[in-house]
């Protein structure tokens, strides 16, 4: 199945649905979108970093939760009201206070629910990994 939203699609949606996403500047982007999976990158701000120089958890998990919500996007369309029933995430290794990139791929898109795996790295580095579950609401045709 292709991609029903891309890259643009994808930025336009957060920008007009989910402002508060950016609303301290461009921290959060899409980078790349196709067939079951999304990629972000969070360009933290001072906002995102905890004492001892790190990117704080609720700021990886944030990457973690938007990054799935988007490739799930990518393949269904713009569906405002999918959201999130359950997200798990191991923090694996402590992020230098730089870009964090998030890969988001569809384990399983079903009627009513998507499952997606989401890997972070930071330089070159696996630094968290989550898996997340979305509800997809009924079509209405």
């Known amino acids: 199945m292709a991609a029903m939203m891309d890259v643009a699609a994808l930025t336009y949606f957060l920008q ?8 301290d500047g461009p ?4 980078t790349d979108a196709g067939d079951g999976f999304a990629s972000m990158r969070l360009d933290p701000s001072e906002k ?3 004492p001892g120089g790190t990117v704080s958890g609720p700021s990886l998990f944030s990457l973690a939760d ?3 919500y988007m490739a799930i996007l990518a393949q269904i369309g713009p569906v405002a009201l999918a959201v999130t029933t359950n997200l798990n995430i191991n923090f694996l290794r402590k992020p230098s206070p730089g870009p964090v990139d998030a890969k988001a791929t569809i384990l399983k898109l079903g009627k ?5 795996e989401i890997a ?3 330089d070159g580095d696996l630094v968290a990994h989550a898996t997340a579950t979305y ?3 009924p079509r209405q045709d």
């Open 120 to 122: 972070m790295t930071a």
């Open 66 to 68: 938007v990054t799935a």
């Open 112 to 116: 009513r629910l998507a499952v997606v």
């Open 48 to 50: 995102h970093l905890r």
């Open 27 to 30: 921290v959060f982007s899409v």
């Open 135 to 137: 509800s997809i609401p």
């Open 16 to 23: 007009t649905e989910f402002p508060q996403v950016n609303a």
